[in-house]
Every structure is written in structure tokens, then in C-alpha cells.
């Protein structure tokens, strides 16, 4: 499983660094072209914002693989023992399970569903729901880590405390 995540990790990465450096590109020539030639911007302002709200959101996913998120963890280590503090992880991964299932992954989907005949005003070859599709493909990664965190985090609440450090353990 880890070898999966390491996977999703580098795909992650490659498509946020793409985006990153489109964006840069298209922002770059939206002054060009504002400034410059007295152009008029609709199509690239709106790639833009596409692009930025995409990278965003897989962004968010690469950083929740990474236990990036927001995590409040002096609760968990206000608790003394290793075995209570695995508890309340996998509790807590679990809430976030359900947080990401339903509202990115089956929220997200129901709004593709709601837009998917709207086109854009700027790019009229583009659909809403396209745009909106970022939505549930960050909620499916997000969903793919939270149950990786969790596999981890009941690996270790079952593995005795002496075998924490020895070589070959599943990371």
C-alpha cells in the first residue's frame, strides 16, 4: 500500500507543478496582454481561476497525504498512552473519512451532475461541471489518504510497543 501512495504522491505532485507553471504562464500573459497590446483579458482571467481552484483543491489532497492538514494535536498528545492516543487517531481519521466521502466525494458529484449542462460564459467549449469535477477527484484522493492514514494507525495500535523501532516495519 505504500508503494501506492508513493504513486498518487508523485502524480499529485505532477500535476500540481504543471498547474503551477501553466498559471504562472497564463497569468504572465494576461498583464502582457492587458498592458502591452490593450487586450482585453476574459478567456485567460478565467483559465486562471480554473486552473487556480484546481490546483488548489489537488493541492489540499497532496498535503492531506502528507498529514499536512489542519490538525489540532494537542489533543492527541494530551493523552499518555500510545495505545489511547492510536484510539483517538483512528477516530479522528475516521470523522475526516466521513467529512471527505460526503461532502468532496458525494457532494462534489452532485454538483458535476447539477452543472454539467452549463457551459462557461468565457469558454463556451467548457462545461461547469468539468470545472466542478475538481471537487470529487480532491475528495477520492483525500478519501484514498484518510484510509491510508488509518491502515497505518491500526498497524500500529495492533503492533506490540517493543516492535515499534524494528527494521522492515511498514511506514
Same mark, same amino acid.
Given at each position: 500500500?505504500?508503494?501506492?501512495?508513493?504513486?498518487?504522491? #508523485?502524480?499529485? !505532485?505532477?500535476?500540481? @507543478? /504543471?498547474?503551477?507553471? $501553466?498559471?504562472?504562464?497564463? &497569468?504572465?500573459?494576461?498583464?502582457?496582454?492587458?498592458?502591452?497590446?490593450?487586450?482585453?483579458?476574459?478567456?485567460?482571467?478565467?483559465?486562471?481561476?480554473?486552473?487556480?481552484?484546481?490546483?488548489?483543491?489537488?493541492?489540499?489532497?497532496?498535503?492531506?497525504?502528507?498529514?499536512?492538514?489542519?490538525?489540532?494535536?494537542?489533543?492527541?498528545?494530551?493523552?499518555?498512552?500510545? #495505545?489511547?492516543? !492510536?484510539?483517538?487517531? @483512528? /477516530?479522528?481519521?475516521? $470523522?475526516?473519512?466521513?467529512? &471527505?466521502?460526503?461532502?468532496?466525494?458525494?457532494?462534489?458529484?452532485?454538483?458535476?451532475?447539477?452543472?454539467?449542462?452549463?457551459?462557461?460564459?468565457?469558454?463556451?467549449?467548457?462545461?461547469?461541471?468539468?470545472?466542478?469535477?475538481?471537487?470529487?477527484?480532491?475528495?477520492?484522493?483525500?478519501?484514498?489518504?484518510?484510509?491510508?492514514?488509518?491502515?497505518?494507525?491500526?498497524?500500529?495500535?495492533?503492533?506490540?510497543?517493543?516492535?515499534?523501532?524494528?527494521?522492515?516495519?511498514?511506514?
Amino acid at each position: 500500500m505504500h508503494t501506492i501512495k508513493l504513486w498518487v504522491d #508523485r502524480f499529485l !505532485a505532477t500535476i500540481c @507543478i /504543471a498547474l503551477c507553471g $501553466l498559471l504562472t504562464f497564463v &497569468v504572465t500573459w494576461q498583464v502582457v496582454n492587458r498592458y502591452v497590446f490593450s487586450g482585453a483579458g476574459a478567456l485567460t482571467e478565467e483559465l486562471a481561476k480554473i486552473m487556480f481552484v484546481w490546483l488548489v483543491l489537488l493541492g489540499a489532497a497532496l498535503l492531506f497525504g502528507e498529514k499536512g492538514h489542519m490538525n489540532i494535536g494537542i489533543v492527541v498528545d494530551a493523552f499518555a498512552s500510545p #495505545r489511547r492516543k !492510536a484510539v483517538f487517531q @483512528i /477516530a479522528t481519521d475516521v $470523522l475526516i473519512l466521513l467529512f &471527505v466521502v460526503g461532502i468532496l466525494l458525494i457532494g462534489g458529484l452532485d454538483a458535476v451532475d447539477r452543472t454539467m449542462r452549463q457551459t462557461n460564459a468565457a469558454i463556451p467549449f467548457l462545461r461547469t461541471g468539468q470545472i466542478y469535477m475538481a471537487l470529487p477527484i480532491c475528495g477520492a484522493f483525500s478519501a484514498f489518504y484518510c484510509l491510508y492514514n488509518i491502515w497505518n494507525d491500526i498497524l500500529q495500535f495492533i503492533r506490540p510497543p517493543s516492535a515499534e523501532g524494528t527494521p522492515g516495519e511498514v511506514k
